[in-house]
């Protein structure tokens, strides 16, 4: 991949989400969302993960490891932002991955293809792009005959025959650094909201004859962020999905995916069978050859080999090889 540095974005409120505490903290499938991202980003291998915070960031903080903090003291736009990590990134000369909080599809194989398309392909900007059904309300990626990027279009600027592109900026990109923090010297905030946007680098690159590519998502759906509690339930599902494909990859039964939902950093052996109606929670581990539900709830517990549980609720308890547990019990601390 080349030495690469990332950036998540995670400063702001979200204050569609009408919440208490910030956007990138609501969990999903067990994990807050800004840690989804950077476990990402870390399976991606990059050489340096920042975040950068603002809104609740002592909070935000709290829920990381591992990481290198950037505060954004003010929320005055993605490119004010990415700006907080100019001195972090002041001796790195690389690619530079920015990405977001509250975006927690992304696999970590999508980051290491972007970063590779974008060295292999001589590009100073690479935006990471999709293809959309209704591509309504995004900005659309305009090309040349080349393929290479000419511009991007927001939804309400765009004509007519412009709105009929499918192809959508995800917000995401990688770009040279040093060109990156050049040209972040040059935005303004000549907008309603007095903001300091990303992408008005791009068409200061393109002035100054920098190529900038367009990597298409395989899979559109990772692209999604997360704005409000319907979203997050759309991203639960999606991820749920994921897991479970995952388990049944590698030897468990799942007889109704749809119905069964296991949060990340659990451990399931081969030949276990889970029912319907089964919530497996993050720091549970099942042994080889278990029989788990219909209807259980397991959270941070140690099911042994051969164990079977129906209609359970266990938390923080260990359930021995060969141990009996009566449907419709409680065990708890």
Same mark, same amino acid.
């Given at each position: 991949?080349?030495?690469?540095?990332?950036i998540?974005?995670?400063?702001?409120?979200?204050?569609?989400?009408?919440?208490?505490?910030?956007?990138v903290?609501?969990?999903?499938?067990?994990?807050?969302?800004?840690?989804h991202?950077?476990?990402?980003?870390?399976?991606?291998?990059?050489?340096?993960?920042?975040?950068?915070?603002? $809104?609740?960031?002592?909070?935000?903080?709290?829920?990381?490891?591992?990481?290198?903090?950037?505060?954004?003291?003010?929320?005055?736009?993605?490119?004010?932002?990415?700006?907080?990590?100019?001195?972090?990134?002041?001796?790195?000369?690389?690619?530079?991955?920015?990405? #977001?909080?509250?975006?927690?599809?992304?696999?970590?194989?999508?980051?290491?293809?972007?970063?590779? #398309?974008?060295?292999?392909?001589?590009?100073?900007?690479?935006?990471?792009?999709?293809?959309? &059904?209704?591509p309504?309300?995004?900005?659309?990626?305009?090309?040349? &005959?080349?393929?290479?990027?000419?511009?991007?279009?927001?939804?309400?600027?765009?004509?007519?025959?412009?709105?009929?592109?499918?192809?959508?900026?995800?917000?995401? $990109?990688?770009?040279?650094?040093?060109?990156?923090?050049? #040209?972040?010297?040059?935005?303004?905030?000549?907008?309603?909201?007095?903001? #300091? $946007?990303?992408?008005?680098?791009?068409?200061?690159?393109?002035?100054?004859?920098?190529?900038?590519?367009?990597?298409?998502?395989? &899979?559109?759906?990772?692209?999604?962020?997360?704005?409000?509690?319907?979203?997050?339930?759309?991203?639960?599902?999606?991820?749920?999905?994921?897991i479970?494909?995952?388990?049944?990859?590698?030897?468990?039964?799942?007889?109704d995916?749809?119905?069964?939902?296991?949060?990340?950093?659990?451990?399931?052996?081969?030949?276990?069978?889970? $029912?319907?109606?089964?919530?497996?929670?993050?720091?549970?581990?099942?042994g080889?050859?278990?029989?788990?539900?219909?209807?259980?709830?397991?959270?941070?517990?140690?099911?042994?080999?051969?164990?079977?549980?129906?209609n359970?609720?266990?938390?923080?308890?260990?359930?021995?090889?060969?141990?009996?547990?009566?449907?419709?019990?409680?065990?708890?601390?």
């Open positions: 991949m080349g030495k690469a540095a990332a998540i974005l995670a400063a702001g409120q979200g204050s569609r989400m009408q919440s208490r505490k910030a956007k903290l609501h969990e999903v499938a067990g994990l807050e969302m800004v840690n991202a950077v476990r990402s980003v870390k399976l991606a291998s990059f050489d340096k993960v920042i975040v950068v915070v603002g $809104y609740q960031g002592d909070k935000v903080a709290e829920v990381l490891d591992g990481v290198t903090l950037a505060w954004q003291k003010e929320q005055l736009g993605t490119g004010h932002a990415v700006d907080q990590c100019r001195e972090l990134l002041k001796d790195f000369d690389g690619s530079v991955l920015v990405t #977001y909080g509250d975006t927690p599809l992304f696999r970590s194989a999508t980051f290491q293809e972007l970063v590779e #398309y974008h060295n292999q392909n001589g590009s100073k900007a690479t935006i990471l792009t999709a293809m959309f &059904d209704d309504t309300g995004y900005g659309r990626i305009l090309r040349g &005959d080349d393929g290479h990027v000419l511009g991007v279009v927001e939804h309400q600027d765009a004509s007519l025959e412009q709105r009929q592109i499918k192809e959508i900026n995800t917000g995401t $990109y990688c770009f040279d650094s040093k060109l990156l923090f050049h #040209y972040l010297t040059q935005i303004t905030p000549a907008n309603a909201q007095a903001e #300091y $946007y990303l992408p008005d680098v791009l068409p200061l690159m393109l002035k100054d004859g920098h190529r900038i590519g367009g990597f298409v998502l395989g &899979d559109a759906a990772e692209s999604m962020g997360i704005n409000d509690r319907i979203q997050l339930s759309l991203a639960e599902a999606i991820l749920r999905d994921r479970c494909a995952h388990w049944q990859r590698v030897g468990v039964t799942i007889l995916p749809k119905s069964t939902w296991i949060e990340w950093d659990c451990q399931i052996g081969q030949d276990t069978v889970i $029912y319907p109606g089964t919530f497996i929670q993050k720091g549970t581990i099942i080889q050859e278990c029989r788990i539900g219909p209807n259980c709830r397991l959270e941070h517990a140690q099911i042994a080999d051969g164990v079977t549980l129906e359970t609720i266990i938390s923080g308890r260990v359930v021995a090889k060969g141990e009996k547990i009566a449907p419709f019990s409680v065990m708890t601390k």
